[in-house]
T-cell receptor, first 113, second 115 residues
Framework: AQSVTQLGSHVSVSEGALVLLRCNYSSSVPPYLFWYVQYPNQGLQLLLK??????LVKGINGFEAEFKKSETSFHLTKPSAHMSDAAEYFCAVGGNRDDKIIFGKGTRLHILP | GAVVSQHPSRVICKSGTSVKIECRSLDFQATTMFWYRQFPKQSLMLMAT?????????EQGVEKDKFLINHASLTLSTLTVTSAHPEDSSFYICSAMPGGMNEQYFGPGTRLTVT
């Protein structure tokens, strides 16, 4: 079975500050890990994904995430927050043969001026 | 590339009627499509996996006779909410997976309101 835990349903950071969104996973098979962003009333956009290649994954909009097997973590970071980063972020895990992706509960990122 | 569309984007219907939502992969063929439901300020809940040319696989607790899924071609899957009730009001999102790739591309979602 697979699962994802996102720590913190809401995170607030000041514009220009470091963004850190936490995600821990559980998987009985080598996982594929994803971060998606969702803006209000829209679908999901893939930020980045880990598929067993490099452990540090760079995505769009300046985001990156590091896969740490020993910590079962896949935290999302961005060095400097922009106002446009305000959105809902979902961590997800996949990798089973059924191709299903299991989503975390999401973290709403607020950017303070 | 890898664009998924949904139609309609927003629909309001009366209780007891049926509503069809379309999910199309515009520039790739998708042997597998997924249907999700998202309640306000919550995560996505997988409802069913739709495979072209075969019956959909429903998640536990999802009524297959209420949420009819048809995946008649490699670019189109439809979700029909039958005899809709107000509690079916939600944001429905589909995703499509190109053959041979472990990545889902998401549609923009459909907001269903049942009055």
């Amino acid at each position: 079975a697979q699962s994802v835990t996102q720590l913190g349903s809401h995170v607030s950071v000041s514009e220009g500050a470091l963004v850190l969104l936490r995600c821990n996973y559980s998987s009985s098979v080598p996982p594929y890990l994803f971060w998606y962003v969702q803006y209000p009333n829209q679908g999901l956009q893939l930020l980045l994904k880990y598929t067993s290649a490099a452990t540090l994954v760079k995505g769009i909009n300046g985001f990156e995430a590091e896969f740490k097997k020993s910590e079962t973590s896949f935290h999302l970071t961005k060095p400097s927050a922009h106002m446009s980063d305000a959105a809902e972020y979902f961590c997800a895990v996949g990798g089973n043969r059924d191709d299903k992706i299991i989503f975390g509960k999401g973290t709403r990122l607020h950017i303070l001026p | 590339g890898a664009v998924v569309s949904q139609h309609p984007s927003r629909v309001i219907c009366k209780s007891g009627t049926s509503v069809k939502i379309e999910c199309r992969s515009l520039d790739f063929q998708a042997t597998t499509m997924f249907w999700y439901r998202q309640f306000p300020k919550q995560s996505l809940m997988l409802m069913a996996t739709s495979n072209e040319g075969s019956k959909a696989t429903y998640e536990q607790g999802v009524e297959k006779d209420k949420f009819l899924i048809n995946h008649a071609s490699l670019t189109l899957s439809t979700l029909t909410v039958t005899s809709a009730h107000p509690e079916d009001s939600s944001f429905y999102i589909c995703s499509a997976m190109p053959g041979g790739m472990n990545e889902q591309y998401f549609g923009p979602g459909t907001r269903l309101t049942v009055t």
